[in-house]
């Protein structure tokens, strides 16, 4: 890749952390881990072809032109916290893509689209990927580690913290989070 077109793909990775919270690549990879999909599973059920997601995933292009598919993405994104934290089967989970690949957008799933338990109270791994997306839109995890790198000596859990969350796996930070709640 030439230097123009690195700076393309960090540009449309940019606008992609603008529009939608993270790079896309980030968002699309978490959705195929957490409800065990592959690309062209994912694809189908946004309703893209492939290659387009493909080119959403590298940064070759950084938006997402159909409004009905940012619907199904957070549809996905909702289901997808819900089949982590267990309160949604992955018979379910699959029913539910299914549902949503359906989907033409508007409002025929906004009772689903929960991001709190019944208790109100947000789930333990939607907090610790709001923190992880912080911390990620302010650094690249090349520069949070060499932060908490530098940190280590005179604040060791800071420079835990910096990594487990800026640098480190969704089920660590899950676990990390849980262990330091009282």
Same mark, same amino acid.
């Given at each position: 890749m030439d230097a123009a077109q690195q700076e393309a793909t960090?540009?449309?990775?940019? /606008? *992609?952390?603008?529009? %939608? =919270?993270?790079p896309l690549g980030a968002l699309f990879r978490r959705l195929?881990?957490? +409800?065990?999909?592959?690309q062209a599973r994912l694809a189908g059920v946004l309703g893209l072809s492939a290659p387009m997601l493909s080119q959403l995933?590298? =940064? *070759?292009? $950084?938006?997402?032109?159909? !409004?009905? &598919?940012? *619907? @199904?993405?957070? +549809? +996905?994104?909702? /289901?997808a916290g819900q089949a982590a934290d267990g309160s949604v089967s992955a018979a379910e989970a699959t029913e539910r893509m299914d549902e949503i690949k359906k989907s033409q957008g508007g409002s025929v799933f906004t009772n689903t689209a929960q991001t709190? #338990?019944?208790?109100? $109270? !947000? #789930? &333990?791994k939607r907090v610790v990927r709001e923190i992880q997306s912080l911390?990620?839109?302010?650094? $690249?995890? =090349?520069d949070i580690i060499d932060a908490a790198d530098t940190l280590a000596p005179s604040h !060791?859990? +800071?420079a835990?913290? /910096?990594? &487990? %969350?800026? $640098?480190? @796996?969704t089920?660590?930070?899950?676990?990390h989070y849980q262990a330091h709640q009282s």
């Open positions: 960090a540009r449309a990775r940019e /606008l *992609q952390r603008n529009w %939608y =919270g993270e195929i881990d957490d +409800l065990g999909l592959n995933m590298s =940064g *070759q292009r $950084a938006k997402i032109g159909n !409004p009905a &598919v940012v *619907q @199904r993405v957070q +549809l +996905l994104q909702d /289901l709190t #338990t019944s208790s109100g $109270a !947000p #789930t &333990v911390l990620r839109s302010v650094s $690249a995890a =090349g !060791p859990e +800071l835990e913290f /910096l990594r &487990v %969350y800026g $640098a480190g @796996r089920s660590d930070a899950v676990t």
